[in-house]
């Protein structure tokens, strides 16, 4: 079962200019970069826009889980390749999402026709067939801004298909300087997408809804963005309603996510995935520590774990949807880290 971390746009590369790129630096069969899931918690910095700016995620974490290879494939060698004729590539984010693709060199535009995530061992099919999204007008420098239509279909768990519609819009929103842990990029552009659909399930009667919000960073030498930081909202009706944000580096922190924080109480504490809708959380307490408390959103005492490993693996099938609190307890000194159960 795949675990979708994050739903993209597409990614491009950045090689050739710095805080602009073309039609020549977009991806394409063979393209590959290695990607590193950091702190789930962090903020986007939405409101850290302009020229000049400076992104700080230096005090940012990493998530003890392994590296994700992102890798753009002839669109044929995908396992879904039927749903999107029309496509010529497909980039394949492990662990994460396929988006399907083509470079447009007479509009220099980028194509992207839909994309496909896999949860809870279903896989949820996401095709703009009647209307693809234009994901990238070149050139891409700082300033552009525009709106695009999406229709289409999605094929959903119980749902089954369903007509889509709705829009997207592309923002170059920001240059300057991006850190993140100890590394320092110069010439950074940074781009918004945000992509909602919905469409009615009649046999239902609802409406289901997708959004996808992301805020992408390429930097000059680059093939691929250096750190992304997404966020996918899924309502689906009776087929339930899924949420996660992600954030991702192709540049390895080897500080855990939450230790730089209470590392002078004495106490680490991070969790992964967050919000968690796999039924699972990953609990980190590198330093160790003597008990694990798990409170509901009223306090209430839900588990409590004496003596627990560094990492634990709670299964949440048992509780509620809902925001719960984890505290790490360790020399009379407590660390508390809020969490969702979707």
Same mark, same amino acid.
């Given at each position: 079962?795949?675990?979708?971390?994050?739903?993209?746009?597409?990614?491009?590369? @950045?090689?050739?200019?710095?805080?602009?790129?073309?039609?020549?630096?977009?991806?394409?069969?063979?393209?590959?970069?290695?990607?590193?899931?950091?702190?789930?918690?962090?903020?986007?910095?939405?409101?850290?826009?302009?020229?000049?700016?400076?992104?700080?995620?230096?005090?940012?974490?990493?998530?003890?889980?392994?590296?994700?290879?992102?890798?753009?494939?002839?669109?044929?060698?995908?396992?879904?390749?039927?749903?999107?004729?029309?496509?010529?590539?497909?980039?394949?984010?492990?662990?994460?999402?396929?988006?399907?693709?083509?470079?447009?060199? *007479?509009?220099?535009?980028?194509?992207?026709?839909?994309?496909?995530?896999?949860?809870?061992?279903?896989?949820?099919?996401?095709?703009?067939?009647?209307?693809?999204?234009?994901?990238?007008?070149?050139?891409?420098?700082?300033?552009?801004?525009?709106?695009?239509? @999406?229709?289409?279909?999605?094929?959903?768990?119980?749902?089954?298909?369903?007509?889509?519609?709705?829009?997207?819009?592309?923002?170059?929103?920001?240059?300057?300087?991006?850190?993140?842990?100890?590394? !320092?990029?110069?010439?950074?552009?940074?781009?918004?997408?945000?992509?909602?659909?919905?469409?009615?399930?009649?046999?239902?009667?609802?409406?289901?809804?997708?959004?996808?919000?992301?805020?992408?960073?390429?930097?000059?030498?680059?093939?691929?963005?250096?750190?992304?930081?997404?966020?996918?909202?899924?309502?689906?009706?009776?087929?339930?309603?899924?949420?996660?944000?992600?954030?991702?580096?192709?540049?390895?922190? !080897?500080?855990?996510?939450?230790?730089?924080?209470?590392?002078?109480?004495? *106490?680490?504490?991070?969790?992964?995935?967050?919000?968690?809708?796999?039924?699972?959380?990953?609990?980190? !307490?590198?330093?160790?520590?003597?008990?694990?408390?798990?409170?509901?959103?009223?306090?209430?005492?839900?588990?409590? @774990?004496?003596?627990?490993?560094?990492?634990?693996?709670?299964?949440?099938?048992?509780?509620?949807?809902?925001?719960?609190?984890?505290?790490?307890?360790?020399?009379?000194?407590?660390?508390?880290?809020?969490?969702?159960?979707?």
């Amino acid at each position: 079962m795949k675990t979708p971390l994050l739903l993209l746009g597409i990614c491009f590369g @950045l090689s050739s200019m710095a805080q602009s790129y073309d039609i020549d630096d977009t991806l394409s069969t063979g393209d590959m970069n290695t990607y590193y899931v950091l702190d789930s918690n962090a903020v986007n910095l939405a409101a850290v826009v302009g020229t000049g700016v400076t992104w700080d995620y230096s005090t940012i974490g990493a998530v003890d889980t392994e590296a994700n290879d992102n890798n753009i494939i002839d669109r044929s060698a995908s396992d879904f390749d039927t749903y999107y004729p029309d496509a010529n590539y497909c980039e394949l984010f492990e662990n994460s999402v396929y988006t399907f693709f083509s470079n447009d060199d *007479v509009e220099e535009e980028v194509i992207v026709y839909g994309f496909v995530f896999q949860e809870i061992e279903n896989d949820f099919i996401i095709a703009y067939d009647v209307d693809p999204l234009v994901s990238a007008k070149f050139p891409m420098d700082f300033g552009v801004s525009y709106t695009d239509d @999406l229709e289409g279909r999605a094929i959903l768990p119980l749902a089954g298909e369903v007509d889509i519609t709705g829009d997207a819009s592309v923002n170059v929103d920001g240059t300057g300087t991006l850190i993140v842990g100890d590394v !320092t990029y110069t010439d950074v552009v940074r781009v918004h997408t945000v992509e909602e659909s919905e469409g009615f399930v009649v046999v239902f009667g609802v409406t289901i809804t997708i959004t996808r919000d992301s805020y992408v960073y390429y930097a000059e030498g680059s093939d691929m963005p250096v750190f992304i930081y997404a966020k996918v909202d899924a309502a689906l009706g009776v087929a339930g309603d899924f949420g996660f944000t992600a954030v991702y580096s192709n540049n390895e922190i !080897t500080e855990g996510a939450g230790i730089a924080e209470y590392a002078e109480q004495g *106490v680490a504490l991070s969790i992964y995935p967050n919000p968690s809708n796999t039924g699972n959380l990953t609990v980190n !307490t590198e330093f160790g520590t003597e008990q694990l408390i798990v409170r509901n959103s009223v306090g209430q005492i839900v588990n409590t @774990l004496n003596n627990p490993t560094e990492i634990v693996k709670l299964n949440l099938n048992s509780y509620e949807n809902g925001i719960y609190f984890i505290e790490a307890i360790k020399e009379g000194k407590t660390s508390t880290m809020k969490f969702v159960k979707n």
